[in-house]
């Protein structure tokens, strides 16, 4: 035989990975280091396929990491400034200890610093790559922009998110870009398009947070710190595509028209310049003028393979995002001080609404309350004393709904004080099979241009007039049938009573139905064919089918308490009826 | 209140001065009551209230000290006069000042009659005080001199204060300097000017190092110097006046791009809300009570969702959301703690993954419904054959009987009393031969039924009685009984008794050899016995295991015994091994074998049926799992090609099991009919099954004493 012997572990899978501490002494890292090069350079564990062989045989718990990512991030500059900044963090202590202020401040001048540029380009090397991963950075960025100012982090962190996600708002305000809003009791969610990526991204309601003592705030701040850049980067890039100055300046023109309505003490230029940004009422200035609003008629090349259906199903809905980016336009809102102010200025200025608010809130307000012109004014109270003519009053929802649904809601539902129809998630699209919610399938309705307010009002017309015949109707057809018979037979049996005191049953009819004998059968046949099934293939099939048939239990569920629900609000509602009448 | 606490501050006052006094410290701010008392009756009256001077104090403090110490002696006559003075004045005050107890906190004092000691070690008494609130009240009301009454802690007694101590009190109240007449911003006189002088202001020659360069600096300076020949101090770096944003992504090379990243697995973005997490959800989407306990109950990991869904009138309304910091963390572990692995994700369409199989109703015939049921047997019945013309049906219970049924009519013919449970029965398979072998207890029973052709069961008996005995004895392993008369009328004309139990009975095709199955452990566990020469041998000379089942081969001279996991396969006439099937089973229960002889069907107690191909492997070629509990019987049509299986779960499935003539075709295995009836009783379900030599038709005998017929 000859040649040595094969050693085990020695090659295949237990070569391609590492072990987290390995990986830690391989690059001479303390844990935190190896953590924050992790964060930031985004390597993440690897599942590997067999674990006892990359184990070494044993099935302990651990996490393993590619030998390749490991090998290349020993290159990585950054690791190099860890370094520096220990030694840093080491000198400096020292001479603080020792009180001597000049080499403190000495140290202190060449403070080591790091880039995270090269990383981002790294990491994502186009940026259609980068526009899909921004979802956390999103979040994260937007969530840091409402921490105080105190504690857990740096202030000058907190600015750069505010500043970053400010500028991100102002961006898909300019670009009209955001497609769906949703409120949560977790926070307010939007999805942007953003050069057709969609982009969501969650932001909490402004209240102080009661900061959790179980969070590791420098994990947090790890990736802040990549986020921020990557973000930075991103935004610089989007406003270019817009033709837009960055950093953004409010177009001089409305600057121009702020600045006596703000008062002349407010503050510095500088320090007032980024909440009159943040008021999301400015338009943002542009490189190059715009010239023609219109945008160019797009040249429009067949794709091959496309029917003229698809172009034309195309081409609808291009027409109809148009048209949602254009809903609010003309309207002209005021959100009264109770209103959460910038998520809803946000949302109307990304569908081209005018809008503005008390200038006691907060600047930019572009016109008053007495303004003639209002349409709308967003109330959250439930009722609102002097009124004006002209204009409706309606609760915040409104807003919101209406951009789900693309297009300008009946008002009626939303009037102050009035009990709110449900806010239904934007993000789910029901597949077949699933549970509608009946203020889904009226919305859908609406939206293909039926009307069905007023069936529905018929259709209770209706059931108030003849309640009774109703709930027989919902019964099945077969339960009837089976009524109808007995009844006849009860007939028969009082008529033969009558006539004689013996008794003839007539004989039964054993009706054979031949549906249900075909249906028996055929089921039958597929589960003989079950039990030829393969044993894999069985438990695929089981648990597919197992899937399939809990949520079809789900459904149900939801729509027998939705039942359930809407017969104890209508006997409410005939109680107070019968009592009103009484 | 208010007139109080100048008094408490002028108490102090006193207490300091007293202190002063004793330990001869000096405190030139403290016009204590007594000093300015002091000061009223000295001689220098333009001193003012309170405003004790150092010397004066030291003067005041110094008769006390003389009177002490004894050898102050510089200015011992004027201390002696000025003492003198003092005591002629304030003779009456004499004894109530000198309190000797020092500087500790009055309240000792506070439970005792005194209050001190005076100067002669006698009680200093407090004065009788047993004013009540009202009384305080009255006074506080009726004096006008209240305001400025404080009481001294040392001797408990009021003292009045005068307008001078107010005033100095007031002072001091106000920060300002006790004495009036002090002027705290006089003009600063510098000692030394800014001009130059033609002098120097001292005489002292100038030094050498003031002339001569520093050796230390000139060190220092080398060592800096040194320091940056050898680059280890650098200049401050530039300050990097790049832009912190540009466009990163302004020359996208799609070179550039590492081919790691194509090995990049994305991090799953993160799910997006339903309806339920709205903040006025459909009411649907709210939990019940029950739900919501149930929630509570689980594990926060299990939960489904995680957060319960709430209701608010109105968006005013809505609360801050507790756990947000919370979730964004976790994203953030997620992010860079959790394994990442790529999964294929299963689509398909559950309905391809069925088999498509014939239908069964091409595969006809089979049976399909229950047709009889033969009801007799009080108990189990374990055991069933047909007779080769398909008119009779055998049975063996555990209530000791074996009963005879026309198979048309459910009619039991006879009844046979064998005292013992009847393990196994089997008819013999030649049609001119009518006779029944019954396993029960240690022997074999072979019994003419005496049912049909009167001719045929004569012929059968004359061919047992033709039997004509060998002359010499051979030794053999069992012994071969004739009848008793008794036994004879009954029907019974042989016995073949073993050492041990009989297992099982089966005839071989032709009629004349039949197997025994007994239970033991050694080689002697299998026999093959001859009717007509009433001889048996024992095959084996090795025990290979526990025997379950022995089967003749319908045309081959082989011999195939089932031990719990192999089934072998002998060939009689070379009297060797041929072959050896491996099960795939833990325990073989039963054994049928295809008319062709080429396949076996294996039925085991671990719910599987293993079908071989003996021309294709050893291994099973299909094993089938069709029974939820332990199969019991098998068996193989003789026309037809069906095959069924009982099983404890009570019911029967039939199979349709082609064989092709064609080697190269696999045989198509159909399950096509699964028949129930009998009611599992003791976990017994079916325990024979068999099909009618001609019809297809199955019989079953179950545990709850009956044998059914389906057809």
Same mark, same amino acid.
């Given at each position: 035989?000859?040649?040595?012997?094969?050693?085990?572990?020695?090659?295949?899978?237990?070569?391609?990975? %590492?072990?987290?501490?390995?990986?830690?002494?391989?690059?001479?890292?303390?844990?935190?280091?190896?953590?924050?090069?992790?964060?930031?350079?985004?390597? $993440?564990?690897?599942?590997?396929?067999?674990?006892?062989?990359?184990?070494?045989?044993?099935?302990?718990?651990?996490?393993?990491?590619?030998?390749?990512? %490991?090998?290349?991030?020993?290159?990585?500059?950054?690791?190099?400034?860890?370094?520096?900044?220990?030694?840093?963090?080491?000198? *400096?202590?020292?001479?603080?200890?020792?009180?001597?202020?000049? /080499?403190?401040?000495?140290?202190?001048?060449?403070? +080591?610093?790091?880039?995270?540029?090269?990383?981002?380009?790294?990491?994502?090397?186009?940026?259609?790559?980068?526009?899909?991963?921004?979802?956390?950075?999103?979040?994260?960025?937007?969530?840091?922009?409402?921490?105080?100012?105190?504690?857990?982090?740096?202030?000058? /962190?907190?600015?750069?998110?505010?500043?970053?996600?400010?500028?991100?708002?102002?961006?898909?305000?300019?670009?009209?870009? *955001?497609?769906?809003?949703?409120?949560?009791?977790?926070?307010?969610?939007?999805?942007?398009?953003?050069?057709?990526?969609?982009?969501?991204?969650?932001?909490?309601?402004?209240?102080?947070?009661?900061?959790? @003592?179980?969070?590791?705030?420098?994990?947090?701040?790890?990736?802040?710190?990549?986020?921020? @850049?990557?973000?930075?980067?991103?935004?610089?890039?989007?406003?270019?595509?817009?033709?837009?100055?960055?950093?953004?300046? %409010?177009?001089?023109?409305?600057?121009?028209?702020?600045?006596?309505?703000?008062? /002349?003490?407010?503050?510095?230029?500088?320090?007032?310049?980024?909440?009159?940004?943040?008021?999301?009422?400015?338009?943002?200035?542009?490189?190059?003028?715009?010239?023609?609003?219109?945008?160019?008629?797009?040249?429009?090349?067949?794709?091959?393979?496309?029917?003229?259906?698809?172009?034309?199903?195309?081409?609808?809905?291009?027409?109809?995002?148009?048209?949602?980016?254009?809903?609010?336009?003309?309207?002209?809102?005021?959100?009264?001080?109770?209103?959460?102010?910038? +998520?809803?200025?946000?949302?109307?200025?990304?569908?081209?609404?005018?809008?503005?608010?008390?200038?006691?809130?907060?600047?930019?307000? /572009?016109?008053?309350?007495?303004?003639?012109?209002?349409?709308?004014? %967003?109330?959250?109270?439930?009722?609102?004393?002097?009124?004006?003519?002209?204009?409706?009053?309606?609760?915040?929802?409104?807003?919101?709904?209406?951009?789900?649904?693309?297009?300008?809601?009946?008002?009626?539902?939303?009037?102050?004080?009035?009990?709110?129809?449900?806010?239904?998630? +934007?993000?789910? @699209?029901?597949?077949?099979?699933? $549970?509608?919610?009946?203020?889904?399938?009226?919305?859908?309705?609406?939206?293909?241009?039926?009307?069905?307010?007023?069936?529905?009002?018929?259709?209770?017309?209706?059931?108030?007039?003849?309640?009774?015949?109703?709930?027989?109707?919902?019964?099945?057809?077969?339960?009837?049938?089976?009524?109808?018979?007995?009844?006849?037979?009860?007939?028969?049996?009082?008529?033969?009573?009558?006539?004689?005191?013996?008794?003839?049953?007539?004989?039964?009819?054993?009706?054979?139905?031949?549906?249900?004998?075909?249906?028996?059968?055929?089921?039958?046949?597929?589960?003989?064919?079950?039990?030829?099934?393969?044993?894999?293939?069985?438990?695929?099939?089981?648990?597919?089918?197992?899937?399939?048939?809990?949520?079809?239990?789900?459904?149900?569920?939801?729509?027998?308490?939705?039942?359930?629900?809407?017969?104890?609000?209508?006997?409410?509602?005939?109680?107070?009826?019968?009592?009103?009448?009484? | 209140?208010?007139?109080? &606490?100048?008094?408490?501050?002028?108490?102090?006052?006193?207490?300091?001065?007293?202190?002063?006094?004793?330990?001869?410290?000096?405190?030139?701010?403290?016009? !204590?009551?007594?000093?300015?008392?002091?000061?009223?009756?000295? !001689?220098?009256?333009?001193?003012?209230?309170?405003?004790?001077?150092?010397?004066?104090?030291?003067?005041?403090?110094?008769?006390?000290?003389?009177?002490?110490? #004894?050898?102050? !002696?510089?200015?011992?006559?004027?201390?002696?006069?000025?003492?003198?003075?003092?005591?002629?004045?304030?003779?009456?005050?004499?004894?109530?000042?000198?309190?000797?107890?020092?500087?500790?906190?009055?309240?000792?004092?506070?439970?005792?009659?005194?209050?001190?000691?005076?100067?002669?070690?006698?009680?200093?008494?407090?004065?009788?005080?047993?004013?009540?609130?009202?009384?305080?009240?009255?006074?506080?009301?009726?004096?006008?001199?209240?305001?400025?009454?404080?009481?001294?802690?040392?001797?408990?007694?009021?003292?009045?204060?005068?307008?001078?101590?107010?005033?100095?009190?007031?002072?001091?109240?106000?920060?300002?300097?006790?004495?009036?007449?002090?002027?705290?911003?006089?003009?600063?006189?510098?000692?030394?000017?800014?001009?130059?002088?033609?002098?120097?202001?001292?005489?002292?020659?100038?030094?050498?190092?003031?002339?001569?360069?520093?050796?230390?600096?000139? #060190?220092?300076?080398?060592?800096?110097?040194?320091?940056?020949?050898?680059?280890?101090?650098?200049?401050?770096?530039?300050?990097?006046?790049?832009?912190? =944003?540009?466009?990163?992504?302004?020359?996208?090379?799609?070179?550039?791009?590492?081919?790691?990243?194509?090995?990049?697995?994305?991090?799953?973005?993160?799910?997006?809300?339903?309806?339920?997490?709205?903040?006025?959800?459909?009411?649907? =989407?709210?939990?019940?009570?029950?739900?919501?306990?149930?929630?509570?109950?689980?594990?926060?990991?299990?939960?489904?969702?995680?957060?319960?869904?709430?209701?608010?009138?109105?968006?005013?309304?809505?609360?801050?959301?507790?756990?947000?910091?919370?979730?964004?963390?976790?994203?953030?572990?997620?992010? =860079?703690?959790?394994?990442?692995?790529?999964?294929?994700?299963?689509?398909?369409?559950?309905?391809?993954?069925?088999?498509?199989?014939?239908?069964?109703?091409?595969?006809?015939?089979?049976?399909?419904?229950?047709?009889?049921?033969?009801?007799?047997?009080?108990?189990?019945?374990?055991?069933?054959?047909?007779?080769?013309?398909?008119?009779?049906?055998?049975?063996?219970?555990?209530?000791?009987?074996?009963?005879?049924?026309?198979?048309?009519?459910?009619?039991?013919?006879?009844?046979?009393?064998?005292?013992?449970?009847?393990?196994?029965?089997?008819?013999?398979?030649?049609?001119?031969?009518?006779?029944?072998?019954?396993?029960?207890?240690?022997?074999?029973?072979?019994?003419?039924?005496?049912?049909?052709?009167?001719?045929?069961?004569?012929?059968?008996?004359?061919?047992?009685?033709?039997?004509?005995?060998?002359? #010499?004895?051979?030794?053999?392993?069992?012994?071969?009984?004739?009848?008793?008369?008794?036994?004879?009328?009954?029907?019974?004309?042989?016995?073949?008794?073993?050492?041990?139990?009989?297992?099982?009975?089966?005839?071989?095709?032709?009629?004349?050899?039949?197997?025994?199955?007994?239970?033991?452990?050694?080689?002697?566990?299998?026999?093959?016995?001859?009717?007509?020469? &009433?001889?048996?041998?024992?095959?084996?000379?090795?025990?290979?295991?526990?025997?379950?089942?022995?089967?003749?081969?319908?045309?081959?001279? =082989?011999?195939?015994?089932?031990?719990?996991?192999?089934?072998?396969?002998?060939?009689?006439?070379?009297?060797?091994?041929?072959?050896?099937?491996?099960?795939?089973?833990?325990?073989?229960?039963?054994?049928?074998?295809?008319?062709?002889?080429?396949?076996?069907?294996?039925?085991?107690?671990?719910?599987?049926?293993?079908?071989?191909?003996?021309?294709?492997?050893?291994?099973?070629?299909?094993?089938?799992?069709?029974?939820?509990?332990?199969?019991?019987?098998?068996?193989?049509?003789?026309?037809?090609?069906?095959?069924?299986?009982?099983?404890?779960?009570?019911?029967?499935?039939?199979?349709?099991?082609?064989?092709?003539?064609?080697?190269?075709?696999?045989?198509?295995?159909?399950?096509?009919?699964?028949?129930?009836?009998?009611?599992?009783?003791?976990?017994?379900?079916?325990?024979?099954?068999?099909?009618?030599?001609?019809?297809?038709?199955?019989?079953?005998?179950?545990?709850?004493?009956?044998?059914?017929?389906?057809?």
């Amino acid at each position: 035989m000859g040649g040595l012997e094969k050693k085990k572990y020695e090659r295949g899978s237990a070569t391609n990975y %590492i072990t987290r501490n390995r990986a830690r002494k391989k690059l001479q890292l303390s844990l935190p280091d190896f953590r924050r090069l992790c964060i930031l350079k985004g390597i $993440y564990p690897h599942e590997p396929k067999h674990k006892k062989k990359v184990n070494k045989g044993s099935t302990a718990p651990r996490t393993f990491y590619l030998l390749k990512d %490991i090998k290349f991030l020993l290159h990585e500059p950054i690791v190099n400034k860890f370094r520096e900044y220990k030694v840093f963090v080491r000198k *400096l202590r020292k001479a603080y200890g020792k009180s001597e202020w000049s /080499t403190v401040d000495r140290l202190k001048d060449n403070k +080591p610093s790091y880039k995270l540029d090269h990383i981002v380009k790294e990491r994502y090397p186009t940026f259609v790559d980068a526009l899909r991963d921004l979802d956390d950075a999103l979040s994260m960025c937007f969530l840091f922009s409402t921490f105080p100012r105190t504690g857990k982090c740096h202030v000058q /962190t907190i600015q750069l998110c505010r500043r970053l996600a400010v500028e991100f708002m102002n961006y898909v305000i300019a670009s009209r870009s *955001l497609r769906k809003v949703f409120l949560s009791i977790k926070g307010i969610y939007y999805q942007a398009e953003v050069l057709g990526q969609p982009v969501t991204w969650i932001t909490p309601y402004t209240f102080a947070h009661d900061h959790p @003592t179980d969070v590791d705030y420098r994990v947090m701040a790890t990736f802040t710190e990549f986020y921020t @850049t990557l973000l930075g980067f991103v935004n610089f890039r989007l406003y270019q595509s817009l033709n837009l100055v960055y950093p953004p300046k %409010i177009d001089s023109q409305t600057d121009a028209e702020l600045k006596p309505a703000e008062g /002349t003490e407010y503050a510095m230029d500088s320090e007032s310049y980024l909440e009159k940004l943040s008021a999301l009422s400015a338009s943002l200035a542009r490189v190059l003028a715009p010239a023609h609003e219109d945008e160019m008629e797009m040249d429009e090349f067949p794709v091959e393979g496309e029917t003229a259906e698809q172009m034309d199903a195309r081409k609808q809905e291009q027409e109809a995002l148009e048209k949602h980016k254009k809903l609010f336009e003309g309207l002209r809102f005021f959100l009264n001080r109770e209103v959460p102010r910038e +998520p809803l200025a946000f949302v109307i200025r990304c569908f081209g609404g005018q809008v503005s608010w008390d200038k006691s809130l907060c600047i930019g307000a /572009t016109y008053d309350v007495t303004d003639p012109s209002i349409t709308h004014h %967003i109330v959250d109270r439930p009722r609102v004393e002097p009124q004006v003519v002209g204009r409706y009053y309606l609760q915040p929802q409104w807003v919101f709904d209406s951009v789900n649904a693309k297009l300008c809601l009946p008002v009626a539902d939303y009037f102050p004080g009035v009990l709110l129809p449900p806010h239904l998630s +934007p993000f789910v @699209t029901e597949q077949e099979g699933d $549970y509608i919610p009946p203020e889904k399938l009226k919305l859908l309705a609406m939206q293909r241009g039926e009307n069905p307010d007023d069936e529905s009002e018929e259709e209770d017309e209706e059931e108030e007039e003849e309640e009774d015949d109703d709930k027989e109707e919902e019964e099945d057809e077969s339960e009837k049938e089976e009524e109808m018979k007995l009844k006849k037979m009860e007939e028969q049996k009082t008529q033969s009573n009558k006539a004689l005191p013996v008794k003839v049953t007539a004989g039964k009819v054993r009706l054979e139905d031949k549906q249900r004998l075909e249906q028996e059968q055929q089921s039958e046949e597929k589960r003989l064919a079950i039990m030829m099934m393969k044993k894999r293939e069985k438990y695929l099939y089981k648990k597919i089918m197992f899937g399939k048939k809990r949520k079809v239990r789900e459904a149900n569920k939801l729509a027998a308490k939705r039942k359930a629900h809407d017969t104890a609000v209508k006997e409410e509602k005939k109680k107070s009826k019968k009592a009103r009448r009484a | 209140m208010e007139q109080a &606490r100048p008094g408490g501050e002028s108490a102090e006052e006193l207490t300091d001065s007293g202190e002063s006094v004793y330990s001869g410290l000096e405190d030139s701010g403290s016009g !204590s009551s007594s000093a300015g008392e002091d000061s009223d009756s000295d !001689s220098d009256a333009e001193d003012g209230p309170g405003g004790s001077s150092p010397p004066r104090t030291h003067a005041k403090g110094a008769p006390r000290k003389s009177k002490t110490l #004894e050898d102050d !002696s510089s200015l011992k006559d004027d201390e002696d006069l000025l003492a003198q003075n003092e005591y002629e004045e304030d003779s009456s005050d004499e004894e109530d000042i000198r309190n000797t107890v020092g500087n500790i906190p009055m309240e000792w004092y506070q439970d005792f009659p005194h209050i001190g000691y005076n100067l002669d070690g006698k009680k200093i008494y407090k004065p009788i005080r047993n004013k009540d609130e009202l009384d305080m009240f009255l006074e506080k009301m009726e004096n006008p001199e209240y305001w400025r009454t404080v009481q001294d802690k040392m001797t408990g007694a009021d003292i009045k204060l005068t307008d001078e101590q107010v005033e100095l009190v007031h002072r001091l109240q106000r920060g300002q300097f006790g004495d009036v007449h002090f002027n705290p911003y006089e003009p600063a006189v510098d000692f030394f000017t800014h001009e130059v002088m033609i002098h120097p202001v001292t005489n002292r020659p100038a030094d050498k190092r003031s002339f001569i360069p520093s050796l230390i600096e000139k #060190e220092k300076v080398s060592k800096l110097v040194h320091a940056i020949k050898m680059g280890w101090i650098k200049p401050r770096k530039p300050k990097d006046d790049t832009p912190t =944003y540009y466009d990163l992504w302004a020359h996208e090379d799609p070179n550039s791009i590492l081919g790691r990243h194509k090995m990049h697995v994305p991090a799953p973005k993160m799910k997006l809300p339903g309806h339920e997490e709205s903040y006025n959800p459909p009411p649907e =989407y709210l939990l019940s009570e029950e739900e919501k306990l149930a929630w509570e109950q689980q594990e926060p990991a299990e939960r489904k969702l995680n957060f319960v869904p709430q209701q608010y009138r109105c968006l005013r309304a809505v609360p801050a959301y507790p756990r947000f910091i919370h979730e964004r963390f976790e994203r953030c572990l997620d992010l =860079y703690l959790c394994p990442r692995q790529r999964k294929m994700r299963v689509n398909v369409d559950p309905e391809d993954l069925i088999p498509k199989l014939p239908k069964p109703q091409d595969l006809q015939p089979f049976p399909t419904t229950q047709a009889l049921i033969y009801r007799g047997h009080s108990s189990l019945v374990r055991c069933l054959s047909v007779s080769p013309s398909g008119q009779w049906l055998v049975s063996g219970s555990d209530d000791g009987t074996v009963r005879f049924w026309e198979v048309c009519t459910a009619r039991c013919m006879k009844t046979l009393p064998v005292g013992g449970v009847v393990k196994s029965i089997a008819w013999n398979p030649n049609p001119t031969v009518c006779l029944v072998a019954v396993g029960v207890e240690q022997s074999v029973l072979l019994v003419n039924p005496c049912l049909g052709d009167k001719l045929l069961y004569g012929a059968t008996d004359q061919l047992l009685e033709s039997y004509v005995a060998p002359e #010499e004895e051979r030794v053999q392993p069992v012994q071969w009984v004739t009848a008793t008369a008794e036994q004879h009328g009954k029907g019974v004309r042989l016995l073949v008794q073993h050492s041990k139990a009989v297992k099982q009975v089966t005839w071989h095709g032709k009629g004349d050899y039949f197997a025994s199955v007994v239970s033991d452990n050694s080689n002697m566990q299998v026999l093959i016995h001859q009717t007509s020469k &009433r001889w048996s041998q024992n095959p084996f000379r090795k025990s290979k295991g526990l025997v379950q089942c022995v089967l003749f081969h319908p045309i081959r001279p =082989y011999f195939f015994v089932a031990t719990q996991r192999y089934v072998r396969v002998y060939n009689l006439l070379k009297q060797e091994l041929t072959k050896k099937l491996m099960t795939n089973c833990k325990w073989v229960s039963s054994m049928a074998i295809h008319p062709g002889g080429d396949n076996i069907i294996c039925g085991s107690y671990d719910s599987k049926l293993a079908w071989f191909d003996l021309d294709l492997s050893t291994r099973p070629y299909q094993l089938l799992r069709h029974h939820k509990k332990a199969l019991r019987s098998v068996a193989f049509h003789k026309r037809y090609p069906l095959f069924a299986s009982a099983s404890d779960d009570g019911t029967v499935i039939v199979c349709h099991g082609m064989v092709y003539n064609d080697l190269l075709q696999n045989p198509l295995l159909v399950p096509v009919k699964v028949l129930k009836g009998h009611t599992p009783t003791l976990d017994l379900g079916v325990l024979a099954v068999l099909f009618h030599p001609t019809q297809p038709w199955v019989f079953s005998s179950g545990a709850d004493g009956t044998v059914r017929l389906y057809t």
